[in-house]
């Protein structure tokens, strides 16, 4: 399955050839708006370079005997700039999320007496903490709504929040994963499933007496293309959002873990309205079989 068409991913083209080929452009709104395309492009690979640094820095530092001073005079720089480089450049897990810059992808719902989309409340909080807290490390981040009329997909690094039975791109990045999945069950519930252990994880939400709680799916798809995909997917939209605080507060814990490779994992929360109150692992992330 190919999930992206078309041309490469921004950041996996050859900017400079598309740099001189834009100064050329006679059209001055296609040479605008590719020029302001580029430059996001750019700032985010200066980002990522200062991020591979700031690694390499704590890096050299342990192969050379933990000392900043070794590592100064190897990099043929001062100490304190070496310290600023530590103090100032991304994290190491920024690259969790890709390069950049970013897509906030979140599903649209059609209302039978309306032609345009509108987005859950629930759904809406979650874009809202994931553009925040992406952009803490250094994102463009731009946020996109899923026409469930039309078969979206990603065109660069992105985190998709939508189950398969929201939007085209929630089944199609399903469909890539080995280990879980999500259907539809007896009672019309959907249930997260694990292929290894055939446990099925429902939401307290369609319970007899329902509860503020709800189950959710999450992923990260080391894409072929280079891009990088986060799929969030909750059975009700409030799991995206127990998800969404549970992966961002883990994703340090993630990277170091699992680095570039792709995984999956099923989180369950209890809420207070829309405050995540308790957030559980239901299944342990596990990294997808190459």
């Given at each position: 399955?190919?999930?992206?068409?078309?041309?490469?991913?921004?950041?996996?083209?050859?900017?400079?050839?598309?740099?001189?080929?834009?100064?050329?452009?006679?059209?001055?709104?296609?040479?605008?708006?590719?020029?302001?395309?580029?430059?996001?492009?750019?700032?985010?690979?200066?980002?990522?370079?200062?991020?591979i640094r700031r690694a390499a820095v704590e890096e050299a530092r342990?192969?050379?005997?933990?000392?900043?001073?070794?590592?100064?005079?190897?990099?043929?720089?001062?100490?304190?700039?070496?310290?600023?480089?530590?103090?100032?450049?991304?994290?190491?897990?920024?690259?969790?999320?890709?390069?950049?810059?970013?897509?906030?992808?979140?599903?649209?719902?059609?209302?039978?007496?309306?032609?345009?989309?509108?987005?859950?409340?629930e759904d809406d909080a979650t874009g809202a903490y994931l553009t925040?807290?992406?952009?803490?490390l250094a994102f463009t981040v731009e946020r996109r709504i899923i026409?469930?009329?039309?078969?979206?997909?990603?065109?660069?690094?992105?985190?998709?929040?939508?189950?398969?039975?929201?939007?085209?791109?929630?089944?199609?990045?399903?469909?890539?994963?080995?280990?879980?999945?999500?259907?539809?069950?007896?009672?019309?519930?959907?249930?997260?499933?694990?292929?290894?252990?055939?446990?099925?994880?429902?939401?307290?939400?369609?319970?007899?007496?329902?509860?503020?709680?709800?189950?959710?799916?999450?992923?990260?798809?080391?894409?072929?293309?280079?891009?990088?995909?986060?799929?969030?997917?909750?059975?009700?939209?409030?799991?995206?959002?127990?998800?969404?605080?549970?992966?961002?507060?883990?994703?340090?814990?993630?990277?170091?873990?699992?680095?570039?490779?792709?995984?999956?994992?099923?989180?369950?929360?209890?809420?207070?309205?829309?405050?995540?109150?308790?957030?559980?692992?239901?299944?342990?992330?596990?990294?997808?079989?190459?």
């Amino acid at each position: 399955m190919v999930l992206v068409k078309g041309p490469k991913l921004a950041g996996v083209v050859d900017v400079d050839e598309e740099f001189h080929a834009l100064r050329s452009e006679p059209d001055p709104v296609r040479r605008g708006r590719r020029a302001t395309d580029l430059l996001a492009t750019y700032q985010q690979r200066s980002v990522e370079l200062a991020r591979i640094r700031r690694a390499a820095v704590e890096e050299a530092r342990d192969q050379l005997g933990g000392s900043y001073t070794e590592v100064a005079r190897a990099f043929g720089l001062t100490k304190g700039r070496i310290t600023q480089i530590r103090n100032t450049a991304p994290p190491p897990h920024r690259a969790f999320f890709g390069v950049g810059p970013l897509d906030i992808a979140l599903p649209g719902r059609r209302l039978l007496d309306r032609q345009d989309v509108v987005i859950a409340t629930e759904d809406d909080a979650t874009g809202a903490y994931l553009t925040e807290e992406t952009e803490r490390l250094a994102f463009t981040v731009e946020r996109r709504i899923i026409d469930p009329r039309q078969e979206w997909e990603p065109g660069r690094d992105a985190v998709v929040v939508c189950g398969p039975a929201s939007a085209h791109i929630g089944n199609l990045l399903m469909q890539r994963d080995p280990l879980l999945t999500m259907s539809i069950g007896d009672g019309a519930r959907w249930a997260i499933i694990d292929h290894e252990t055939g446990e099925r994880f429902l939401s307290p939400m369609d319970d007899e007496q329902p509860s503020r709680a709800d189950v959710a799916y999450v992923a990260r798809h080391a894409m072929p293309s280079g891009a990088v995909v986060v799929h969030i997917a909750g059975i009700h939209a409030l799991g995206s959002v127990g998800a969404a605080h549970y992966l961002m507060e883990h994703v340090p814990e993630l990277w170091a873990e699992f680095g570039d490779d792709s995984f999956s994992m099923a989180i369950g929360g209890q809420f207070h309205e829309l405050n995540p109150t308790g957030l559980d692992v239901l299944v342990p992330p596990r990294r997808w079989p190459q």
